[in-house]
T-cell receptor, first 113, second 113 residues
Framework: AQSVSQHNHHVILSEAASLELGCNYS??????LFWYVQYPGQHLQLLLK??????LVKGIKGFEAEFIKSKFSFNLRKPSVQWSDTAEYFC???????????FGGGTRLMVKP | NAGVTQTPKFRILKIGQSMTLQCTQD?????MYWYRQDPGMGLKLIYY???????DKGEVPNGYNVSRSTTEDFPLRLELAAPSQTSVYFC????????????FGSGTRLTVV
């Protein structure tokens, strides 16, 4: 079965620090990749997605992610985090245009003001 | 346009009780999903539906049932609640084509005591 790994479970950063959250998946075929964010007490919202083309995708709120096929990775980055980025971040993968997403375990980010 | 609406937001059940978690979407989405979210485990798919009258099991279907009699509604039924079902439950929907991503409801926090 396909799996998605997010190795950093908790990350604490100061404001203006750079962010990189790791995401690796296990499936070797065609994949569609997503990052979702869950702010405290809220539901999941889509940050960005990759389907094809340029492996560097830009999302909302200054986030970007890079798809590296050879490494089975889709890491999320932001050059300078803000206190309002405090949230839990989930990587998700769909393979072969199937009907469902497989989610990683999430990374809880805390940004100190 | 309300999106995906889940009720109730919170519920405490006693072991062995039953309940139905409601999910309604007003976007005419064919695809609907139920996930449970446990700390550090990400989201696990319980059941999903690709259209009215069609449902299928996800990763963790045991102890749950669903039905999809209309496009709008996708209720999740717990027949004999167990402490292991203590979790946050999210309903999601999407239109045809994963390019649109999922729209999530605000979740139901269920505690079984």
């Amino acid at each position: 079965a396909q799996s998605v790994s997010q190795h950093n479970h908790h990350v604490i950063l100061s404001e203006a620090a750079s962010l990189e959250l790791g995401c690796n998946y296990s499936y070797g075929g065609t994949v569609n990749l997503f990052w979702y964010v869950q702010y405290p007490g809220q539901h999941l919202q889509l940050l960005l997605k990759y389907f094809s083309g340029d492996p560097l995708v830009k999302g909302i709120k200054g986030f970007e992610a890079e798809f590296i096929k050879s490494k089975f990775s889709f890491n999320l980055r932001k050059p300078s985090v803000q206190w309002s980025d405090t949230a839990e971040y989930f990587c998700a993968v769909n393979h072969d245009a199937g009907n469902m997403l497989t989610f990683g375990g999430g990374t809880r980010l805390m940004v100190k003001p | 346009n309300a999106g995906v609406t889940q009720t109730p937001k919170f519920r405490i059940l006693k072991i062995g009780q039953s309940m139905t978690l409601q999910c309604t979407q007003d976007m005419n989405h064919n695809y609907m999903y139920w996930y449970r979210q446990d700390p550090g485990m990400g989201l696990k798919l319980i059941y999903y539906s690709v259209g009215a009258g069609i449902t299928d099991k996800g990763e963790v279907p045991n102890g749950y049932n669903v039905s999809r009699s209309t496009t709008e509604d996708f209720p999740l039924r717990l027949e004999l609640a167990a402490p292991s079902q203590t979790s946050v439950y999210f309903c999601a929907s999407r239109r045809q084509g994963l390019n649109y991503g999922y729209t999530f409801g605000s979740g139901t926090r269920l505690t079984v005591v």
